[in-house]
């Protein structure tokens, strides 16, 4: 691919600031930025390679904003990201064994279930609570699982992470958030590095977009860090249900198949 037009690599930049700001609050940056890739003309490899590297450096960005106001506990948070990123490479490498099919079908329901958890408890609190689960079980077995998925397909990873640190080592909104950030950073960094030894990392377009999510998760950690509880969740619902929407969209999906199947024949 030739050095890209000036036009493309400002419009992505701008794609990339707003997916920023989303991502920091709640996720869900990926709904933005894959499709902006693909119209660019990448092909789905380079555009998932490049997403993660704009992908990593937006987490990495909203993890620094929250890290200075005193909102990471890095005695949890080490163990919790070395888990993600190993869990991120393994997943990535065993991206060709496991069908994408499998959890496009799987993944909408789990993002409905995750919305409707945020919606109508009251999990989500400015207070962090009693733990459920102890930190070397988390990091043992539930952060690896996340982090793998993150690596082999992604779509609402953030949501996970969120959904397992806040109903199991109990913290609130923001805590939750800022640590989910870091999580997410390293399952991302983890698959990057095998993207970039695959070469399916197009630099030029990822670094443009890399700097409109660094500004734009800096934008979005600060709302978050602003209003709380009051913007994540809602934020948390209205994003869950938009990538179970876009997932189900794809005709090529057997859970709509499925769906179709039952109600129109």
């Known amino acids: 691919m030739h050095f890209p037009p000036t036009e493309l690599l400002a419009t992505l930049f701008a794609v990339a600031a707003i997916a920023g700001a989303f991502d920091a609050i709640a996720g869900g940056g990926g709904l933005l930025t894959v499709p902006a890739l693909l119209l660019a003309g990448l092909n789905p490899v380079a555009a998932l390679g490049t997403n993660k590297l704009q992908g990593a450096i937006s987490a990495i960005s909203s993890t620094s904003a929250f890290a200075r106001r005193g909102l990471i506990d890095w005695k949890t948070a080490l163990p919790v990201a070395g888990s993600a990123a190993i869990a991120g490479l393994c997943g990535a490498l065993c991206a060709s064994l496991l069908s994408p099919k499998v959890l496009a079908a799987l993944v909408p329901v789990l993002l409905i279930l995750i919305a ?43 949501a996970f992470y969120m959904v397992a640190i806040v109903t199991l080592l109990g913290y609130g909104a923001l805590k939750a958030t800022a640590h989910t950030k870091l999580a997410n950073a390293a399952s991302n960094l983890g698959s990057l590095s095998l993207f970039m030894l695959k070469g399916a990392v197009v630099w030029p377009i990822g670094l443009s977009m890399a700097a409109g999510a ?14 709380g509880p009051k913007l994540i969740r809602p934020l948390l619902v209205t994003i869950s249900c938009a990538m179970a929407v876009k997932l189900l969209a794809d005709p090529a999906n057997s859970l709509r198949h499925a769906v179709v199947g039952l109600f129109g024949g």
Do not use: H
């Open 214 to 227: 660094f500004i734009g998760a800096q934008v979005g950690s600060r709302l978050a860090m602003r209003f």
């Open 116 to 158: 409707l958890y945020f919606g109508l408890s009251r999990a989500l609190k400015t207070e962090d609570a009693l733990p459920r689960a102890p930190m070397w079980a988390v990091v043992a077995f539930v952060i690896p699982i996340v982090g793998f998925y993150d690596g082999i397909f992604g779509p609402g990873a953030g």
